[in-house]
């Protein structure tokens, strides 16, 4: 057996957290109109560089756990800037296990023999094509 070391990485689910700008008012003021003149304004301090919006930690730390739950135990994180909120995907990353390994390689010969058919059907049609021109 070869030496070479492999991780495996399953996706076990996503989640996005969006319009975190309305969460944020709706969570300090509950009873705020997006019409009303007073709908709240944030008050920013000038230093401030994060380019994220802020989450409440419980919220975050639930959704953690149902996932953590499901098998993950690790997260990507990407900011979406339209939606002001976070896609999240959950990962289960692990050292491959023996029979993944093996898996993994007879998927890849399988898609090989594939790609090595579909190339010889095409080769096949063009030469018969040919035969029939002479």
């Known amino acids: 057996m070869?030496?070479?070391k492999y991780i495996t990485i399953i996706k076990k689910g996503e989640y996005e957290f969006s319009e975190l700008d309305f969460t944020l008012y709706d969570e300090i003021h509950p009873n705020w109109n997006d019409n009303d003149e007073?709908?709240?304004?944030e008050l920013v301090p000038p230093y401030r560089t994060v380019d994220g919006h802020p989450i409440l930690i419980d919220t975050l730390i639930q959704k953690l756990k149902d996932y953590k739950?499901?098998?993950a135990n690790y997260v990507g994180i990407d900011y979406h800037v339209d939606h002001i909120g976070?896609?999240?995907e959950f990962?289960?990353?692990?050292a491959s296990r023996e029979e993944e390994i093996d898996?993994?390689?007879q998927s890849i010969e399988a898609s090989k023999k594939?790609?090595?058919q579909k190339e010889y059907d095409i080769?096949?049609?063009k030469l018969d094509e040919l035969k029939k021109c002479l």
């Open 86 to 88: 976070y896609n999240i």
């Open 69 to 71: 739950n499901k098998g």
């Open 103 to 105: 898996s993994h390689k």
């Open 2 to 4: 070869e030496n070479r």
């Open 38 to 41: 007073d709908s709240p304004h």
């Open 123 to 125: 080769l096949s049609k």
């Open 91 to 94: 990962y289960d990353i692990h």
């Open 114 to 116: 594939r790609a090595l």
